[in-house]
C-alpha cells in the first residue's frame, strides 16, 4: 500500500501477512508512523490498496466490510445523537437490520450493550456529558452493535488516562471472551497489547513488515495483577528491543 | 430563569430601549426640531396610532410577501447548499456565479421584475427571495464542506453510501450553519421586500412610506420605520427560537455563561 502518488509516494506497508483465526485476539505493534494505521484501514476497506492482494475469509477486500466493526483513537461520536443513539447508528446501515430497523426494536439490544461496558443510565446522554473513557466505550459498543465477526481497533484507548485504560483493557477482555468475536487491535501500548493478545505482531517502521510474531502464552482469563508478573515484564521486555526509535 | 438572568434578559434590552425614546424626545423639544426633520416619538406614536388601520393593512402585506420569498428561500437555499456540497465540481461550477449574482444591488433588479410580473406583490416575494438564498446556500455548503472526515469514516466503514452518509452525519452536521443562516436571511428578506414595494408596489409598509414622504407627513414614514423595526426583532426571534430547538446540542453549555 501506497500514499500519494509517482515519485513523491510513500510506500507505508510492504509485503504483510497476518494469519488470524476466527475468535483470536490480535495485537499488532510497531514504532510511530510504521502503517499500523494504514494495515487497519486496508483490512476494513476504507483505502483500496494499490498493490498486491488483500483476502479476508477468502474473498479479496475491495470495499468496506459489513462483517467488520471498527473503532478509532477518537470516539468520533455524532454529537447530535445520545450515547444509545450514537450505538444504534451501525444498524441504521448494516443489512439485515436496516430493513427493519425502528428504534425501539434495537434499543434494548443496544441499552444491553451499553450496560455491559458499565455504561448504566448514561444512554440518554449525549458525548459531551460523558468522560473520555465514557466515550471511548460507547465507540466500542458502536462497532459491536451489528455482530460484526471482525473488531478493528485503531489505537482505541490512546487519548486515555492509564487509569481509565487499564479500566478499559477489562471491559474488552470481558466483551471479546462473552462474544467470542475476532479482534485486532492496533496499539504502540507494548503492555496493552501482551495483557490482551493471544498473538502479538511487531511491525517495522516504514515501509512497514512484520518483523516478528509473538504468542502470549499467559493464561487466560488474564487480571491486572498478571502484569506485574515476571513472564508478563519478560513478554513486554523482548517486544520493547525488536523496536527500534 | 433565575433573578440574575432576567435582570440581563429581560429588564436591561427594556431599560435601553426606553432610554433611547427618552433621549430622542428631550432632543428634540429642546432643540425644537421642525415635524418634517425630524419628528419626536410622541408624534410618531401619535400618527401609528392614528393611522392604525392602513399601518396594520399594509404591514400585513409586507409581513406575508418577505415571509412567502424567505420561504422559498429557505428552501431554495437548502437544496441548493447540499447539492453544492455535495460534489466538488458543482461547487467549483455555481460558486464564482452565485457570487456574481450575489453582487448586484438588489434595487437594480426590481424594475425588471415589475416589467415581467407588473406592480404587485410578486415582485416583492421574488426581491425577498433574492436577496435571502445566498447566506443559506453558502452556509450549508460550509457546513457540510467542514464534516470531521472522520465522523465520515465511521460509517464509510459500515459501507454506506454517499446518501447515507450525507442524511446520517453531513446533514445534521451542517444544521447550526443553516438555522444561523436563517437568522441572517429572515432581516434580508424584509430589507429586499421593503425596497421592491418602495421601487414599485400598490401596497406595503414601503408603499405607505413612500406616500407618506410625497405628502410630507414625516410622522407617517417614522411610524413606518418602527413598524418595520420592530418587525424585523420579531422575525428574528422566531428564527432564533427555531434554531434554538433544533440544534441545541451545538450550542452546549452557554446556558450558564
Known amino acids: ?245 | 430563569m433565575d433573578r440574575r438572568e432576567f435582570t440581563i434578559r429581560v429588564v436591561s434590552p427594556l431599560l435601553f430601549t426606553i432610554g433611547l425614546f427618552v433621549t430622542w424626545e428631550v432632543v428634540c423639544r429642546t432643540l425644537n426640531v421642525p415635524l418634517t426633520i425630524l419628528p419626536a416619538p410622541s408624534d410618531v406614536f401619535g400618527a401609528l396610532w392614528q393611522y392604525r388601520k392602513p399601518i396594520w393593512d399594509n404591514s400585513f402585506v409586507t409581513l406575508w410577501t418577505t415571509l412567502a420569498g424567505f420561504l422559498i428561500a429557505t428552501l431554495f437555499g437548502l437544496a441548493l447548499g447540499i447539492a453544492v456540497g455535495w460534489h466538488r465540481a458543482l461547487y467549483a461550477g455555481v460558486y464564482p456565479v452565485l457570487i456574481g449574482f450575489n453582487s448586484i444591488p438588489k434595487v437594480a433588479v426590481v424594475p425588471v421584475l415589475i416589467l415581467w410580473f407588473g406592480i404587485g406583490e410578486i415582485p416583492a416575494v421574488i426581491t425577498a427571495f433574492l436577496i435571502s438564498f445566498f447566506p443559506i446556500v453558502v452556509n450549508v455548503a460550509t457546513g457540510l464542506a467542514t464534516t470531521e472526515p472522520e465522523l465520515e469514516d465511521v460509517l464509510r466503514a459500515l459501507g454506506a453510501s454517499k446518501l447515507d452518509i450525507m442524511r446520517k452525519v453531513g446533514i445534521p452536521r451542517s444544521l447550526p450553519y443553516f438555522f444561523g443562516s436563517l437568522k441572517v436571511a429572515i432581516t434580508l428578506a424584509f430589507v429586499g421586500a421593503v425596497v421592491s414595494e418602495t421601487v414599485g408596489a400598490n401596497k406595503g409598509i414601503g408603499k405607505l412610506m413612500l406616500d407618506a414622504q410625497a405628502a410630507f407627513q414625516v410622522p407617517i414614514v417614522f411610524a413606518g420605520l418602527l413598524v418595520l423595526a420592530v418587525l424585523g426583532i420579531l422575525l428574528y426571534a422566531a428564527t432564533a427560537a427555531i434554531e434554538a430547538r433544533f440544534t441545541g446540542w451545538a450550542f452546549r453549555g452557554q446556558a450558564n455563561r
Open chain 1, 1 to 245: 500500500m501506497a500514499y500519494g502518488r509517482g515519485a513523491a509516494a510513500v510506500r507505508a506497508i510492504d509485503d504483510v501477512t497476518l494469519d488470524i483465526a476466527r475468535g483470536e485476539f490480535v495485537a499488532v505493534v510497531g514504532p510511530s508512523g510504521c502503517g499500523k494505521s494504514s494495515l487497519m484501514k486496508l483490512i476494513s476497506g476504507l483505502h483500496p490498496p494499490l498493490g498486491g492482494r488483500l483476502t479476508v475469509e477468502g474473498k479479496p477486500v475491495t470495499g468496506p466490510l459489513r462483517s467488520v466493526g471498527m473503532a478509532f483513537q477518537n470516539s468520533n461520536l455524532l454529537p447530535w445523537r445520545t450515547a444509545l443513539e450514537n450505538v444504534l447508528l451501525p444498524l441504521e446501515i448494516v443489512e439485515p437490520y436496516r430493513r427493519e430497523f425502528s428504534k425501539d426494536r434495537f434499543s434494548g439490544k443496544a441499552r444491553a450493550l451499553l450496560e455491559s461496558v458499565g455504561l448504566h443510565g448514561f444512554a440518554d446522554k449525549h458525548p459531551w456529558e460523558l468522560s473520555g473513557g465514557m466515550q471511548q466505550r460507547t465507540s466500542i459498543c458502536r462497532a459491536l452493535i451489528h455482530e460484526p465477526e471482525i473488531l478493528l481497533l485503531d489505537e482505541p484507548f490512546g487519548a486515555l488516562d492509564a487509569f481509565t485504560r487499564e479500566e478499559l483493557w477489562m471491559a474488552l477482555r470481558d466483551l471479546q471472551a462473552a462474544r467470542k468475536v475476532t479482534v485486532m487491535l492496533v496499539t504502540h501500548d507494548l503492555r496493552e497489547a501482551v495483557f490482551l493478545a493471544d498473538t502479538v505482531y511487531v511491525m517495522s517502521s516504514r515501509p512497514g513488515r512484520i518483523v516478528r510474531r509473538c504468542e502470549v502464552k499467559l493464561p487466560r482469563p488474564r487480571d491486572l495483577e498478571v502484569t506485574y508478573t515476571q513472564a508478563f515484564q519478560d513478554v513486554v521486555h523482548e517486544l520493547r528491543s525488536l523496536i527500534r526509535g
